[in-house]
């Protein structure tokens, strides 16, 4: 190669390598400015935090003695049998619901109705001879004896032990069949088709799941707080997220002298799921507040030493200070400012009870459910 093209050579390659180094720089430059747009667009944007709230409500503020109890029935049938015989059929297996009067078991009814038939034919005999002890001096005289005399003919002729004997029979005829004393659940059957029985001898158990009662201690200090015809609410551990409402029907009036502790009744109308023999736990009705404003406890909390509560204000967690009264633990009472005398808190606001132990001031939130916002939690 010549020297001339050797220069023009090196102009060309240099020329090329200062237009490549030129590309790079621009796009460089292009993908840099686009970052920060997007930078500032994503700061610019604002993040709702999801947070779970509750209204303000206007109502009565039930105070309460909590406590436990067990599960009664308040009709629980061990059914014996009246008189003895032969079991000809058994109608029901433990577990079968039945309704009041509706057979259970049935006894062979032979033996019965003879004995019936048997003590008929006593009493027509008898009324033959109570007859013949007036008939004969009323055809002579042509009058009916008196009262006095027809009471000592029925006597003496035996109509009346026998008229007693025969309705004996029939009643023994009648508990032959034994029915079901009340609307309830087999709890138990303890004879089959066969049987010999014996009177006294118990044949089942049907149980009242419908009526049911707790007996629940109450401790000596809090017994005058509880007052008959209060309500009451009923829990179980072993019925998760099931609560049913009671009342109270009966404060006792012993206390025990170990456990100083008195017995409260509450009654309740069950479904099935609480069942007699189960323990419970019991909210007891001590004291209605009228007309209070109230917020969910859960929602109370405390900056600088101040309670107060968010409140959803378009869109926004505002706190708003509070001063609270007295609480159940499931709602507290909202008194009204010391110095303005007004209650901050309007009946419909929204407080926020999940989601707002680190919130600030002012910052964006939505409303969603309480599964959506903490997903591991129970229902």
Not at 13 to 24: E, F, M, R, S
Not at 99 to 128: H, I, M, S, T, Y
Not at 143 to 169: C, F, I, N, Y
Not at 195 to 200: E, H, K, L, N, V
Request: one cysteine or more; proline letters at 6%.
């Amino acid at each position: 190669m010549t020297l001339p093209s050797r220069a023009l050579f090196l102009v060309v390659a240099i020329a090329t390598l200062t237009a490549c180094d030129k590309a790079v720089a621009g796009d460089g430059g292009s993908d840099g400015t686009d970052a920060d747009s997007a930078n500032a667009s994503g700061a610019s944007s604002s993040v709702s935090l999801p947070v779970v709230a509750e209204p303000v409500t206007e109502g009565d503020l039930v105070l309460s003695v909590n406590t436990t109890g067990q599960v009664r029935s308040d009709a629980e049938g061990r059914l014996r049998a009246e008189v003895g015989g032969a079991v000809e059929k058994v109608t029901v297996r433990p577990g079968d619901h039945v309704r009041k009067g509706q057979v259970l078991v049935e006894l062979d009814p032979r033996p019965f109705d003879l004995a019936v038939q048997e003590a008929q034919v006593a009493v027509d005999l008898a009324e033959l001879q109570h007859q013949d002890n007036y008939l004969p001096d009323s055809a002579a005289t042509g009058k009916m004896p008196s009262k006095m005399r027809m009471d000592a003919s029925v006597t003496r002729s035996g109509l009346a032990a026998a008229r007693v004997r025969l309705e004996k029979a029939k009643l023994d005829q009648e508990r032959a069949t034994i029915i079901a004393p009340f609307d309830g659940v087999v709890d138990r059957v303890l004879i089959v088709a066969g049987d010999r029985i014996s009177a006294g001898q118990e044949i089942t158990t049907v149980v009242d799941l419908q009526n049911l009662r707790i007996e629940a201690a109450v401790l000596e200090h809090d017994l005058p707080l509880i007052k008959v015809g209060g309500e009451a609410v009923i829990t179980s551990a072993a019925l998760a997220g099931q609560s049913f409402n009671g009342r109270v029907v009966a404060v006792l009036p012993l206390v025990d002298s170990t456990t100083r502790a008195g017995r409260v009744f509450v009654r309740t109308r069950g479904n099935g799921a609480l069942r007699p023999g189960m323990y419970a736990d019991v909210r007891l009705e001590a004291q209605r507040l009228p007309n209070r404003r109230l917020v969910p406890t859960r929602g109370i909390i405390e900056r600088d030493g101040r309670p107060l509560v968010f409140v959803i204000r378009n869109g926004r967690a505002q706190w708003t200070y509070i001063l609270p009264g007295r609480s159940n633990g499931r709602v507290t009472e909202v008194l009204p400012d010391s110095v303005s005398g007004v209650i901050p808190l309007n009946v419909g606001d929204e407080v926020i009870v999940q989601g707002h132990l680190t919130l600030t001031h002012d910052a964006p939130v939505r409303v969603v459910a309480a599964r959506e916002q903490n997903p591991g939690a129970p229902d």
